[in-house]
């Protein structure tokens, strides 16, 4: 049934407001043209407010890890400043890891455009500086896509890093900032959002060794490293052999989801996120290895060849409703079983 | 009165008027003149204040031409040839040069001529006169020998023969002179009266373009300063679209009522002609340089020069007028970042043809240049064949390894069990390697080849951090035990 077009208007307004509270891109919620705007408009804003992502599928970077997706309602902001942090600085492998990845995943959208990582002197010392065969080899970005800027002092590299953010011709900025500096306060990232919010780039905040503390940030995850699952082979996993990398996520702050873990591996050889399975998931595969191997290393949903899968989509589409935010360690596993009566 | 030491006697080197009335002079001893009046001041020469004063007065001529030479340790030739009009006249400019020098508590002495010999004899024989094509003959004339700039030999023994004047000299026949007393006494004599050319070599290379304003009132405010380039890039605007170029290296000259002159540079990653652009970049440049600049009483001559062009590619809009250049805009955004805060500020990895993994690649300064011209092509021998495993690399590498303490490993050759880095121990859970690095033996010869090789591991601790450690040296070796390192971490 029609609706008029002043309700309609009305609509859109009430989704621009959202949008804006949501710190989400406005522009992007136009909706698709022809679609029937009936009486589930109001469905469609609870969605929006829930943040599952139905509505808006462009604002939002999905991380691949469903759960992980849902909690953070649809993936990371894309117009946003986001916090990643570390909580020591030797953690900074995995840190600039998960922040790279998600660099990696928004390269394959972004062709063709820089990546710009502004580090202080200190954390470049400190931590390292970013090599760029290993970024080529373990994210898939190329030297020609990398930008640095070292600055000695943090007024500098914040100043750049403004001015960075303000860029379209950017893919994504890296800030990465040791400690908890009294100058990276609450204005001084909300300028940074602001500007990531109008240029509709990502501004990932890597933070070494810092506390927890309010900024401007929608989105704040915790990254420290998950030991690596070993090698796999054909005759199954190389022992004491060190496979992919592996970040434990947790999420520190976000505005729809509850605080939660997830441990994600890193596969470099189709740059997308595997979710680690649980503790009953890694035993399975001790105790059976071989399909298992095969079928969750290389590939995301490697179920196609199997006749008996027929029925999980359905079951899957049941499931994640329900469980929400919260990945339940237990039913996550579930598809792997006919693969084993198989 | 200053002093200067020469063979082994401390010797007057330079005397102001009052010292000169106690009958005082040049080159006399120390030791004389304090026997004659004990109580004079003497200071130590400095030659390389006077150089630093000269080339600081060699500055702020640049505001009459380009084109000013140092000449030995007391002057400045300054080719005005084509300048003078700007200052209404030969006369005028000449008397603007002696009283801004005046000013500033210089005692100078000035000539113009049509050559430089001509001028440095005016300057220095004659004082404030200037010498009209043609004259040069009747200047030198009735002037000493110095005057044309000859070597104290040579004027010794012209004088030994009776030649005491330039007048004299150039009446003389010219093939015993030259027998004689060599080519560069004709050489000297003929520069001076033009019959052939000498060339001043300028000091700075001679901007192609620039522009400039003379202000009545002296601006002291960074914000009127960039407004003023703002107008002189405008200005700038005209004269690099008829050449068809950008420019590429920019350069700012403040001129200081007092004297001083402040020389503010930048350079663009590519040919860059928009006003506006230039205005913010010297924005940035000022910014950052707000401590630098001293404006003292003001300003009041501001030129701004184009050192480098390069040609200008224009490009089509598209009819929208939406078309961006994403290229264009992160050059633009490295000058600025450039402007303010060096040229380091913006890099970019390079990769090196090296296995060293610290050499493989090279962090350079960000230019457009790689990214447009492909790089030549090689023989196909030489290119290293693609490998379908990369070998795995750390994604953060430190500047320099970081020794690490390795107190035990499982084989002589195996990776260590546990090791104390920056005073924290940690345990290691797995490890993969040895992937062993040799030296680049072409590059330099190691004393001991098994010295500086590396055997590269990498590991898994407990808490799941994966780092890239290497062993240095071989066991079992005449040498010293291996050292262990830490170079790099994984994700």
């Given at each position: 049934m029609a609706i008029s077009a002043v309700a309609r208007e009305t609509v859109f307004a009430l989704r621009r407001q959202i949008a804006k509270i949501e710190g989400t891109?406005?522009?992007?919620?136009?909706?698709?043209?022809?679609?029937?705007?009936?009486?589930?408009a109001d469905a469609d804003l609870t969605i929006v407010r829930r943040g599952l992502a139905a509505a808006l599928p462009d604002a939002f970077l999905p991380i691949g890890v469903e759960p992980l997706d849902a909690a953070l309602s649809g993936g990371l902001p894309k117009a946003a400043l986001s916090e990643i942090h570390g909580l020591?600085?030797?953690d900074a492998g995995a840190v600039a890891g998960f922040a790279l990845s998600l660099a990696s995943l928004i390269l394959k959208q972004a062709q063709g455009l820089p990546v710009l990582w502004i580090g202080t002197t200190e954390i470049f010392r400190e931590a390292g500086f970013p090599y760029a065969r290993g970024l080529q080899v373990s994210?898939?970005?190329?030297p020609r896509q990398l930008l640095f800027s070292e600055a000695p002092k943090l007024v500098d590299a914040l100043w750049v890093a403004e001015e960075a953010a303000r860029?379209?011709?950017?893919a994504a900025v890296i800030l990465e900032i040791r400690g908890?500096?009294?100058?990276?306060d609450l204005t001084a990232t909300r300028r940074l959002h602001a500007r990531a919010q109008s240029a509709g780039r990502p501004v990932f905040l890597l933070r070494q060794a810092a506390e927890p503390e309010p900024t401007a940030a929608p989105v704040r995850l915790i990254v420290s490293p998950a030991p690596a699952v070993p090698r796999e082979t054909v005759a199954g996993p190389l022992a004491g052999s060190i496979g992919r990398p592996a970040f434990t996520i947790s999420i520190?702050?976000?505005?729809?989801?509850l605080p939660g873990q997830f441990t994600l591996e890193w596969?470099?050889?189709?740059?997308v996120f595997d979710e680690r399975r649980g503790e009953e998931g890694r035993t399975d595969r001790a105790k059976n290895p071989v399909p298992v191997v095969s079928l969750?290393?290389?590939?995301?949903?490697?179920?196609?060849?199997?006749?008996?899968?027929?029925?999980?989509p359905a079951l899957g589409a049941a499931i994640s409703p329900a469980t929400g935010g919260q990945p339940p360690s237990g039913q996550r596993?579930?598809?792997l079983s006919p693969r084993r009566a198989g | 009165m200053v002093s200067h030491r020469q063979g082994n006697a401390q010797r007057i080197s330079a005397l102001d008027e009052r010292a000169e009335a106690l009958h005082l002079k040049r080159d006399m001893g120390i030791a004389d003149a304090r026997a004659m009046h004990p109580s004079i001041d003497i200071v130590e020469a400095d030659p390389e204040a006077d150089r630093r004063l000269l080339e600081g007065l060699a500055d702020w001529c640049d505001r009459y031409t380009p084109l000013v030479a140092l000449d030995g340790a007391d002057g400045l030739f300054l080719d005005v040839t084509g300048c003078t009009h700007l200052f209404g006249g030969e006369r005028a400019m000449l008397n603007d040069i002696m009283w801004r020098f005046l000013q500033q508590g210089f005692d100078v002495r000035a000539g113009l001529a049509p050559t430089p010999g001509a001028a440095w004899a005016a300057a220095r024989f004659c004082g404030d006169r200037i010498v009209v094509s043609g004259e040069e003959e009747a200047l030198l004339?009735?002037?000493?020998?110095?005057a044309l700039r000859i070597a104290p030999e040579t004027r010794a023994s012209l004088e030994s023969v009776g030649l005491r004047t330039a007048g004299a000299v150039m009446a003389a026949p010219r093939a015993p002179l030259a027998r004689r007393f060599g080519a560069t006494l004709l050489l000297r004599l003929d520069q001076a009266l033009g019959r052939l050319d000498e060339a001043v070599s300028p000091r700075l290379p001679v901007a192609p373009l620039s522009v400039e304003r003379h202000l009545a009132e002296p601006v002291t405010l960074t914000e009127d300063i960039e407004r003023l380039v703002g107008l002189l890039a405008t200005t700038l605007k005209t004269d690099l679209e008829r050449r068809g170029e950008g420019a590429r290296t920019l350069a700012l000259l403040l001129f200081r009522v007092d004297g001083a002159v402040s020389r503010i540079a930048l350079g663009t990653s590519r040919p860059m002609r928009d006003p506006q652009l230039i205005q913010k970049l010297f924005h940035e440049r000022l910014a950052a340089l707000e401590q630098d600049i001293d404006a003292g009483y003001g300003f009041d001559l501001v030129r701004l020069s184009v050192l480098a062009a390069a040609a200008f590619d224009m490009a089509q809009a598209d009819l929208t007028g939406e078309v961006t250049d994403d290229g264009a805009d992160i050059a633009l955004f490295a000058d600025r970042i450039r402007a303010r805060?060096?040229?380091?500020a913006v890099l970019q990895p390079v990769a090196v043809e090296s296995h060293l993994p610290e050499r493989a690649v090279a962090i350079v300064p960000f230019s457009e240049a790689p990214r447009r011209t492909t790089p030549p092509k090689r023989p196909e021998r030489v290119q290293a064949p693609k490998t379908i495993f990369p070998p795995e690399r750390p994604i953060r590498l430190f500047r320099a390894p970081e020794p690490i303490d390795v107190?035990?490993?499982?084989?002589?050759?195996g990776p260590p069990l546990n090791f104390r880095w920056r005073r924290a121990l940690y345990r290691v859970t797995r490890a993969e390697g040895p992937e062993r690095i040799a030296a680049e033996w072409w590059r330099e010869a190691p004393d001991d080849a098994a010295a500086s090789t590396r055997d590269y591991f990498r590991i898994e601790d407990a808490e799941g951090r994966r780092y890239w450690l290497y062993r240095q040296g071989l066991y079992g070796?005449?040498?010293?035990a291996p050292r262990w390192f830490m170079h790099g971490v994984f994700a």
């Amino acid at each position: 049934m029609a609706i008029s077009a002043v309700a309609r208007e009305t609509v859109f307004a009430l989704r621009r407001q959202i949008a804006k509270i949501e710190g989400t891109l406005p522009e992007r919620l136009q909706a698709p043209a022809g679609a029937p705007l009936d009486a589930d408009a109001d469905a469609d804003l609870t969605i929006v407010r829930r943040g599952l992502a139905a509505a808006l599928p462009d604002a939002f970077l999905p991380i691949g890890v469903e759960p992980l997706d849902a909690a953070l309602s649809g993936g990371l902001p894309k117009a946003a400043l986001s916090e990643i942090h570390g909580l020591e600085t030797r953690d900074a492998g995995a840190v600039a890891g998960f922040a790279l990845s998600l660099a990696s995943l928004i390269l394959k959208q972004a062709q063709g455009l820089p990546v710009l990582w502004i580090g202080t002197t200190e954390i470049f010392r400190e931590a390292g500086f970013p090599y760029a065969r290993g970024l080529q080899v373990s994210f898939g970005v190329e030297p020609r896509q990398l930008l640095f800027s070292e600055a000695p002092k943090l007024v500098d590299a914040l100043w750049v890093a403004e001015e960075a953010a303000r860029m379209t011709a950017l893919a994504a900025v890296i800030l990465e900032i040791r400690g908890n500096p009294q100058r990276l306060d609450l204005t001084a990232t909300r300028r940074l959002h602001a500007r990531a919010q109008s240029a509709g780039r990502p501004v990932f905040l890597l933070r070494q060794a810092a506390e927890p503390e309010p900024t401007a940030a929608p989105v704040r995850l915790i990254v420290s490293p998950a030991p690596a699952v070993p090698r796999e082979t054909v005759a199954g996993p190389l022992a004491g052999s060190i496979g992919r990398p592996a970040f434990t996520i947790s999420i520190g702050k976000s505005r729809t989801a509850l605080p939660g873990q997830f441990t994600l591996e890193w596969n470099p050889d189709e740059r997308v996120f595997d979710e680690r399975r649980g503790e009953e998931g890694r035993t399975d595969r001790a105790k059976n290895p071989v399909p298992v191997v095969s079928l969750s290393g290389g590939r995301k949903d490697p179920a196609a060849a199997s006749g008996a899968v027929l029925a999980f989509p359905a079951l899957g589409a049941a499931i994640s409703p329900a469980t929400g935010g919260q990945p339940p360690s237990g039913q996550r596993p579930a598809h792997l079983s006919p693969r084993r009566a198989g | 009165m200053v002093s200067h030491r020469q063979g082994n006697a401390q010797r007057i080197s330079a005397l102001d008027e009052r010292a000169e009335a106690l009958h005082l002079k040049r080159d006399m001893g120390i030791a004389d003149a304090r026997a004659m009046h004990p109580s004079i001041d003497i200071v130590e020469a400095d030659p390389e204040a006077d150089r630093r004063l000269l080339e600081g007065l060699a500055d702020w001529c640049d505001r009459y031409t380009p084109l000013v030479a140092l000449d030995g340790a007391d002057g400045l030739f300054l080719d005005v040839t084509g300048c003078t009009h700007l200052f209404g006249g030969e006369r005028a400019m000449l008397n603007d040069i002696m009283w801004r020098f005046l000013q500033q508590g210089f005692d100078v002495r000035a000539g113009l001529a049509p050559t430089p010999g001509a001028a440095w004899a005016a300057a220095r024989f004659c004082g404030d006169r200037i010498v009209v094509s043609g004259e040069e003959e009747a200047l030198l004339a009735p002037l000493p020998l110095a005057a044309l700039r000859i070597a104290p030999e040579t004027r010794a023994s012209l004088e030994s023969v009776g030649l005491r004047t330039a007048g004299a000299v150039m009446a003389a026949p010219r093939a015993p002179l030259a027998r004689r007393f060599g080519a560069t006494l004709l050489l000297r004599l003929d520069q001076a009266l033009g019959r052939l050319d000498e060339a001043v070599s300028p000091r700075l290379p001679v901007a192609p373009l620039s522009v400039e304003r003379h202000l009545a009132e002296p601006v002291t405010l960074t914000e009127d300063i960039e407004r003023l380039v703002g107008l002189l890039a405008t200005t700038l605007k005209t004269d690099l679209e008829r050449r068809g170029e950008g420019a590429r290296t920019l350069a700012l000259l403040l001129f200081r009522v007092d004297g001083a002159v402040s020389r503010i540079a930048l350079g663009t990653s590519r040919p860059m002609r928009d006003p506006q652009l230039i205005q913010k970049l010297f924005h940035e440049r000022l910014a950052a340089l707000e401590q630098d600049i001293d404006a003292g009483y003001g300003f009041d001559l501001v030129r701004l020069s184009v050192l480098a062009a390069a040609a200008f590619d224009m490009a089509q809009a598209d009819l929208t007028g939406e078309v961006t250049d994403d290229g264009a805009d992160i050059a633009l955004f490295a000058d600025r970042i450039r402007a303010r805060l060096g040229e380091g500020a913006v890099l970019q990895p390079v990769a090196v043809e090296s296995h060293l993994p610290e050499r493989a690649v090279a962090i350079v300064p960000f230019s457009e240049a790689p990214r447009r011209t492909t790089p030549p092509k090689r023989p196909e021998r030489v290119q290293a064949p693609k490998t379908i495993f990369p070998p795995e690399r750390p994604i953060r590498l430190f500047r320099a390894p970081e020794p690490i303490d390795v107190p035990a490993t499982e084989m002589p050759e195996g990776p260590p069990l546990n090791f104390r880095w920056r005073r924290a121990l940690y345990r290691v859970t797995r490890a993969e390697g040895p992937e062993r690095i040799a030296a680049e033996w072409w590059r330099e010869a190691p004393d001991d080849a098994a010295a500086s090789t590396r055997d590269y591991f990498r590991i898994e601790d407990a808490e799941g951090r994966r780092y890239w450690l290497y062993r240095q040296g071989l066991y079992g070796g005449s040498q010293a035990a291996p050292r262990w390192f830490m170079h790099g971490v994984f994700a």
